[in-house]
Protein backbone atom coordinates (compact mmCIF):
# COMPACT_ATOMS: atom_id res chain seq x y z
CA UNK A 1 0.00 0.00 0.00
CA UNK A 2 0.91 3.23 -0.59
CA UNK A 3 -0.28 6.95 -0.70
CA UNK A 4 1.44 9.86 -2.35
CA UNK A 5 0.45 13.85 -2.14
CA UNK A 6 0.92 16.51 -3.72
CA UNK A 7 -0.57 19.80 -4.96
CA UNK A 8 0.87 21.79 -2.18
CA UNK A 9 2.60 24.85 -1.86
CA UNK A 10 2.50 28.60 -1.56
CA UNK A 11 -0.84 30.61 -2.04
CA UNK A 12 -2.39 33.64 -1.33
CA UNK A 13 -4.80 34.40 1.25
CA UNK A 14 -8.56 33.87 -1.02
CA UNK A 15 -6.71 31.58 -3.16
CA UNK A 16 -7.18 27.35 -4.25
CA UNK A 17 -5.25 24.42 -4.05
CA UNK A 18 -6.19 21.45 -5.37
CA UNK A 19 -4.29 18.09 -3.15
CA UNK A 20 -3.92 14.58 -4.84
CA UNK A 21 -3.50 11.39 -3.21
CA UNK A 22 -2.10 8.48 -6.03
CA UNK A 23 -2.96 5.52 -4.46
CA UNK A 24 -1.45 2.01 -5.19
CA UNK A 25 -1.49 -1.62 -3.72
CA UNK A 26 -5.22 -1.64 -3.28
CA UNK A 27 -8.46 -1.28 -5.27
CA UNK A 28 -9.21 2.29 -4.38
CA UNK A 29 -13.25 2.06 -4.45
CA UNK A 30 -12.75 -0.56 -1.47
CA UNK A 31 -11.92 1.76 1.08
CA UNK A 32 -13.01 4.90 2.83
CA UNK A 33 -10.33 7.68 2.77
CA UNK A 34 -9.22 10.80 4.53
CA UNK A 35 -7.52 14.09 4.13
CA UNK A 36 -5.88 15.14 8.37
CA UNK A 37 -3.86 18.21 8.64
CA UNK A 38 -1.15 19.11 10.89
CA UNK A 39 -0.17 22.90 11.97
CA UNK A 40 3.23 23.15 13.68
CA UNK A 41 2.95 22.68 17.14
CA UNK A 42 -0.84 21.26 16.91
CA UNK A 43 -1.91 17.73 16.74
CA UNK A 44 -3.26 16.16 13.51
CA UNK A 45 -7.11 16.57 12.82
CA UNK A 46 -9.12 15.68 10.46
CA UNK A 47 -10.47 17.17 7.97
CA UNK A 48 -12.54 15.51 5.23
CA UNK A 49 -13.65 11.97 4.08
CA UNK A 50 -15.16 10.11 1.80
CA UNK A 51 -16.98 7.11 1.77
CA UNK A 52 -16.28 3.37 -0.44
CA UNK A 53 -18.87 2.87 -3.08
CA UNK A 54 -21.30 5.52 -2.22
CA UNK A 55 -19.01 8.80 -1.82
CA UNK A 56 -20.60 10.25 0.82
CA UNK A 57 -18.45 12.58 2.43
CA UNK A 58 -17.96 14.64 5.91
CA UNK A 59 -15.64 17.59 6.26
CA UNK A 60 -13.97 19.83 9.73
CA UNK A 61 -16.82 22.94 10.64
CA UNK A 62 -13.84 24.92 9.84
CA UNK A 63 -13.62 23.93 5.62
CA UNK A 64 -16.67 23.23 5.17
CA UNK A 65 -18.02 25.04 2.53
CA UNK A 66 -14.52 25.71 1.32
CA UNK A 67 -12.93 22.48 1.16
CA UNK A 68 -14.05 19.77 -1.22
CA UNK A 69 -12.92 16.19 -1.14
CA UNK A 70 -13.98 13.63 -4.13
CA UNK A 71 -12.45 10.69 -5.69
CA UNK A 72 -11.37 9.11 -9.17
CA UNK A 73 -11.19 5.77 -8.68
CA UNK A 74 -10.11 4.84 -12.00
CA UNK A 75 -7.50 7.16 -11.29
CA UNK A 76 -6.77 5.67 -7.76
CA UNK A 77 -6.44 9.34 -6.78
CA UNK A 78 -8.44 10.82 -4.13
CA UNK A 79 -8.50 14.85 -4.21
CA UNK A 80 -8.99 17.81 -1.67
CA UNK A 81 -10.12 21.15 -3.68
CA UNK A 82 -9.24 23.96 -1.32
CA UNK A 83 -11.02 27.19 -2.20
CA UNK A 84 -10.79 30.63 -0.42
CA UNK A 85 -7.75 29.23 1.89
CA UNK A 86 -7.12 31.37 4.71
CA UNK A 87 -3.71 31.37 6.88
CA UNK A 88 -5.32 29.13 9.48
CA UNK A 89 -5.15 26.48 6.89
CA UNK A 90 -1.16 26.48 7.43
CA UNK A 91 -0.05 22.82 7.48
CA UNK A 92 1.14 20.00 6.27
CA UNK A 93 -1.94 17.77 4.82
CA UNK A 94 -1.66 14.05 4.96
CA UNK A 95 -4.03 11.51 3.16
CA UNK A 96 -5.23 8.62 4.84
CA UNK A 97 -6.54 5.05 4.14
CA UNK A 98 -8.56 4.33 7.14
CA UNK A 99 -8.86 0.28 7.19
CA UNK A 100 -5.19 -0.23 8.27
CA UNK A 101 -4.62 3.12 8.88
CA UNK A 102 -2.09 3.89 6.26
CA UNK A 103 -0.22 7.61 5.59
CA UNK A 104 1.07 9.48 2.85
CA UNK A 105 4.32 11.57 3.26
CA UNK A 106 2.10 14.35 3.42
CA UNK A 107 2.60 18.08 1.49
CA UNK A 108 2.82 21.53 3.23
CA UNK A 109 0.30 24.42 2.34
CA UNK A 110 1.44 27.59 3.04
CA UNK A 111 -1.68 30.09 3.42
CA UNK A 112 0.65 33.91 3.26
CA UNK A 113 0.86 37.15 2.21
Known amino acids: VQLVESGGGLVQPGGSLRLSCVTS????????MRWYRQAPGKERELVAG????????NYADSVKGRFTISRDNAKNTVYLQMNSLKPEDTAVYYC???????WGQGTQVTVSS
Open 50 to 57: ILSYVSTT
Open 25 to 32: GFTLSNYR
Open 96 to 102: NRVNGDY
